[in-house]
């Protein structure tokens, strides 16, 4: 079973300019998440899709992020302008259910602002 | 009060070594409890899944859960350089996923 894509794995750029992550989950997963994870730290949730419904975007920061899920299937997630703070990895991750149990995560897009 | 705490680590034992790594949390409303594992540039990867109290095993790693004080636990026995990487606790009241801030482990040779 293929697990869950992302691209690009890296991607420096300058603050101020916007970049963009794709993620496509595991066939059949209906749940998809994104997560930021700074280094040294646990992963934060930004968002969570249920099909290509928001279930949760309370810690998005909507100023400069968004993501979008049209088809119910893959995803991307933007940001415009970055900041250096945004510097992180931002994992994809997908479950079956909403009430998921276990979530499974992607390798991850490595983003280095500078 | 943090959410999930976690043994800041980084730990680091040698090669044959029993490890403990612990999580702490507040909300009594988790019920799954996770272990993930994440090597260095990789996403973290499900190691073990535990539903409520009890302890499971899987060959060297066994979970620990005590909801009554609100800890859970992975044990590694001999431990591996291979498993050398940074642990992640989680759990879930089956809405909302918490994660711990992870405990980097080195096993030397």
């Known amino acids: 079973e293929a697990g869950v894509a992302q691209s690009p794995r890296y991607k420096i750029i300058e603050k101020r300019q916007s970049v963009a992550f794709w993620c496509n989950p595991i066939?059949?997963?209906?749940?998809l998440y994104w997560y930021q994870q700074i280094l040294g730290q646990g992963p934060k949730l930004l968002i969570q899709?249920?099909?290509?419904?928001?279930?949760?975007d309370s810690q998005l920061p909507k100023d400069r992020f968004s993501a979008e899920r049209l088809k119910g299937v893959d995803s991307t997630l933007k940001i415009q302008p970055a900041k250096l703070e945004d510097s992180a990895v931002y994992l994809c991750?997908?479950?079956?259910?909403?009430?998921?149990?276990?979530?499974?995560f992607g390798e991850g897009s490595w983003l280095t602002v500078v | 009060q943090k959410e999930v705490e976690q043994d800041p680590g980084p730990l680091s034992v040698p090669e044959g070594a029993i490890v403990s790594l612990n999580c702490t949390y507040s909300n009594s409303a988790f019920q799954y409890f996770m272990w993930y594992r994440q090597y260095s540039r990789k996403g973290p990867e499900l190691l073990m899944y535990t539903y409520s109290s009890g302890n499971k095993e899987d060959g060297r790693f066994t979970a620990q859960v005590d909801k009554s004080s609100k800890y859970i636990s992975l044990f590694i026995r001999d431990s591996q350089p291979s498993d050398s990487a940074t642990y992640l606790c989680a759990m879930t009241d089956g809405q909302n996923f918490v994660f711990g801030p992870g405990t980097r482990l080195s096993v030397l040779p």
């Open positions: 991750a997908s479950s079956l259910v909403l009430s998921g149990n276990t979530i499974y």
């Open positions: 899709f249920q099909n290509n419904g928001v279930v949760d």
């Open positions: 066939s059949g997963h209906a749940t």
